[in-house]
């Protein structure tokens, strides 16, 4: 085990271990206050007195080599670390409920912790996705607060992620949705991939409805998919007591967060961060070229021992790096900054033009561009922030970009290299004839073999019923990025982006229970009355 240990900090690139010996307790108790009893397990030095703990709480089990590699990687350097099972998986007790128990089991679990006599009462939390759920569920409400957070690709809220632009996340929901629902059924189902089932699980992304999908995909029924297909409005109170982002600007613990360009959850964690720093708070940020991938969890870990060697340890060396890093895509450079957005970041206008053109003087001319989105044969979309790790991040757009149902919108070779940091947001001027539609934007960077390649995109549900020209305003993903001289910007515009999103139906029915289809003419607008535009963050280092 300890050379086991020493090569996978090896490559990791992690500091030499200080306490190479640990001893792990299983199965520890944890009492509830209505009687049920949680599972965890502890990881400490060997022969160690009374020490902070740092809390990692998860559902996919706390026997999974991605904590149990963090708790011993943190345990070797001289911290103790306890994993548990939230409520109702694996070896605890209770029903699971996605992101409804975790504030209530979380603090108790802290208030247990505290009482113990191994723990000096000090504790710091880590983790990501869920797990980084699981922390932004105690962390505001803390009394004594936490020591130190390091939240990776995760954040405060995740309606938003389910529904961006008000638009339902199929694929990504779908697919969190099979492995909740199918991860306790064998020993190896965590473990190994299984191309049937995730064969399944792709095909099912076309049942209807969407709301009983999970029976097309596993099997059986997944409250949690349910639930999500069914309250989709932004003012559905549902979702009102998962958000945790109110009270997060007044929390004083120091946080640590790792992401990436490619990350489903990137918007909703740059604003937390951008609360927290808004709010005086003691924050940083690394952003990379990774999806929610092993990318990004192998930065994460360095961070974690980082961070919380400082918080706790009182090694305070790495301290003083910048609050916000980022990797700029294309140019294969890390950034320090010590805001996000960067400063040097000016927003400069790219305009739809006539004769599907872009350019950056003014808007164009002409009447109005057109195509018929059939959710019957809805409009695909290769890659973007995706949790399959298969299909996310950049890829080959050339065979979307030849269908009709897609508008696309080239510019001139670029004279030279042009950066783009922060966010990205598109205003369309759209018409459609049955008031009940999506507009996606996608941009890409064609290079000098015509070879076009998606860098952001985003997704909006038009006002239902509405007629006449809308002004839709569309967010995208925020974006580090580097166009190479020679290389073309491209714009798309279309009705959908199936299987990631789910497709509007054009008939009005809830999301969860359409079932009818009904095709969409679209009307894109760019003349001097109506400018449809891309905003981007022009980076002028």
Same mark, same amino acid.
């Given at each position: 085990?300890?050379?086991?240990?020493?090569?996978?900090?090896?490559?990791?690139?992690?500091?030499?271990?200080? &306490?190479?010996?640990?001893?792990?307790?299983?199965?520890?108790?944890?009492?509830?206050?209505?009687?049920?009893?949680?599972?965890?397990?502890?990881?400490?030095?060997?022969?160690?007195?009374?020490?902070?703990?740092?809390?990692?709480?998860?559902?996919?089990?706390?026997?999974?080599?991605?904590?149990? $590699?963090?708790? +011993?990687?943190?345990?070797?350097?001289?911290?103790?670390?306890?994993?548990?099972?939230?409520?109702?998986?694996?070896?605890?007790?209770?029903?699971?409920?996605?992101?409804?128990?975790?504030?209530? @089991?979380?603090?108790?679990?802290?208030?247990?912790?505290?009482?113990q006599p191994w723990c000096d009462g000090r504790l710091a939390t880590a983790g990501a996705?869920?797990?980084?759920?699981?922390?932004?569920?105690?962390?505001?409400?803390?009394?004594?607060?936490?020591?130190?957070?390091?939240?990776?690709?995760?954040?405060?809220?995740?309606?938003?992620?389910?529904?961006?632009?008000?638009?339902?996340?199929?694929?990504?929901l779908l697919t969190w949705a099979a492995l909740l629902g199918t991860q306790e059924d064998?020993?190896?189902?965590?473990?190994?991939?299984?191309?049937?089932?995730?064969?399944?699980?792709?095909?099912?992304?076309?049942?209807?409805? !969407?709301?009983?999908?999970?029976?097309?995909? !596993?099997?059986?029924?997944?409250?949690?998919l349910r639930d999500a297909a069914a309250h989709t409005e932004a003012d559905d109170p549902?979702?009102?007591?998962?958000?945790?982002?109110?009270?997060?600007?007044?929390?004083?613990?120091?946080?640590?967060?790792?992401?990436?360009?490619?990350?489903?959850?990137?918007?909703?964690?740059?604003?937390?961060?951008?609360?927290?720093?808004?709010?005086?708070?003691?924050?940083?940020?690394?952003?990379?070229?990774?999806?929610?991938?092993?990318?990004?969890?192998?930065?994460?870990?360095?961070?974690?021992?980082?961070?919380?060697?400082?918080?706790?340890?009182?090694?305070?060396?790495?301290?003083?790096?910048?609050?916000?890093?980022?990797?700029?895509?294309?140019?294969?450079?890390?950034?320090?900054?010590?805001?996000?957005?960067?400063?040097?970041?000016?927003?400069?206008?790219?305009?739809?033009?006539?004769?599907?053109?872009?350019?950056?003087?003014?808007?164009?001319?002409?009447?109005?561009?057109?195509?018929?989105?059939?959710?019957? +044969?809805?409009?695909?979309?290769?890659?973007?922030?995706?949790?399959?790790?298969?299909?996310?991040?950049? +890829? @080959?757009?050339?065979?979307?970009?030849?269908?009709?149902?897609?508008?696309?919108?080239?510019?001139?070779?670029?004279?030279?290299?042009?950066?783009?940091?922060?966010?990205?947001?598109?205003?369309?001027?759209?018409?459609?004839?049955?008031?009940?539609?999506?507009?996606?934007?996608?941009?890409?960077?064609?290079?000098?073999?015509?070879?076009?390649?998606?860098?952001? @995109?985003?997704?909006? +549900?038009?006002?239902?019923?509405?007629?006449?020209?809308?002004?839709?305003?569309?967010?995208?993903?925020? &974006?580090?990025?580097?166009?190479?001289?020679?290389?073309?910007?491209?714009?798309?515009?279309?009705? $959908?982006?199936?299987?990631?999103?789910?497709?509007?139906?054009?008939?009005?029915?809830?999301?969860?229970?359409?079932?009818?289809?009904?095709?969409?003419?679209?009307?894109?607008?760019?003349?001097?009355?109506?400018?449809?535009?891309?905003?981007?963050?022009?980076?002028?280092?």
């Open positions: 085990m300890g050379m086991l240990s020493r090569l996978f900090d090896r490559l990791l690139g992690l500091p030499e271990a200080t &306490t190479p010996d640990i001893e792990v307790v299983r199965e520890l108790r944890v009492p509830m206050p209505d009687g049920v009893v949680l599972r965890a397990d502890r990881y400490r030095p060997r022969g160690s007195e009374r020490l902070p703990v740092v809390l990692l709480r998860t559902p996919y089990g706390k026997h999974k080599l991605d904590v149990t $590699g963090t708790a +011993r990687v943190l345990a070797r350097r001289g911290m103790q670390v306890v994993v548990q099972d939230v409520r109702g998986t694996f070896s605890s007790g209770g029903r699971f409920s996605a992101f409804r128990q975790e504030k209530e @089991d979380g603090l108790a679990t802290a208030a247990w912790l505290r009482e996705s869920y797990l980084g759920y699981t922390q932004w569920a105690i962390g505001p409400y803390l009394d004594p607060p936490l020591e130190a957070m390091c939240l990776g690709v995760t954040a405060g809220e995740f309606r938003t992620t389910f529904y961006p632009g008000g638009v339902f996340a199929l694929h990504n064998a020993w190896l189902s965590g473990l190994l991939p299984n191309p049937r089932r995730e064969s399944r699980v792709r095909r099912a992304m076309a049942h209807v409805p !969407i709301g009983r999908s999970d029976m097309a995909a !596993i099997g059986k029924r997944v409250p949690f549902f979702w009102a007591d998962t958000d945790h982002t109110a009270t997060a600007a007044a929390m004083n613990t120091p946080t640590s967060m790792v992401t990436g360009w490619w990350d489903l959850l990137l918007p909703a964690q740059l604003r937390d961060f951008a609360a927290l720093r808004a709010a005086g708070r003691h924050s940083r940020i690394l952003i990379g070229p990774w999806g929610h991938d092993l990318g990004a969890m192998r930065a994460l870990l360095a961070e974690e021992v980082s961070w919380l060697s400082a918080h706790l340890l009182g090694d305070t060396a790495q301290l003083q790096r910048s609050p916000v890093r980022l990797y700029l895509q294309g140019a294969g450079a890390w950034l320090d900054f010590d805001s996000w957005p960067p400063p040097r970041s000016v927003p400069a206008e790219l305009h739809l033009l006539g004769r599907r053109a872009l350019g950056w003087d003014g808007p164009g001319t002409g009447g109005p561009d057109g195509f018929t989105y059939d959710p019957a +044969r809805p409009t695909r979309s290769p890659g973007g922030p995706l949790l399959d790790m298969r299909e996310s991040k950049q +890829r @080959d757009n050339r065979a979307v970009e030849a269908r009709p149902d897609v508008l696309v919108y080239t510019g001139a070779p670029l004279p030279r290299r042009l950066d783009l940091i922060g966010p990205v947001t598109a205003t369309v001027h759209v018409r459609t004839d049955t008031g009940y539609a999506d507009l996606f934007v996608r941009l890409c960077d064609v290079d000098r073999d015509g070879v076009s390649r998606n860098v952001t @995109d985003g997704i909006l +549900r038009l006002p239902p019923g509405k007629e006449g020209v809308v002004r839709a305003e569309v967010e995208l993903q925020p &974006t580090g990025y580097r166009f190479q001289p020679g290389h073309r910007l491209r714009v798309q515009v279309a009705g $959908g982006a199936f299987p990631r999103f789910a497709r509007n139906h054009g008939t009005g029915e809830p999301v969860g229970e359409a079932v009818r289809t009904r095709p969409t003419r679209f009307e894109i607008f760019h003349d001097a009355e109506h400018p449809s535009s891309l905003m981007l963050p022009v980076f002028e280092g």
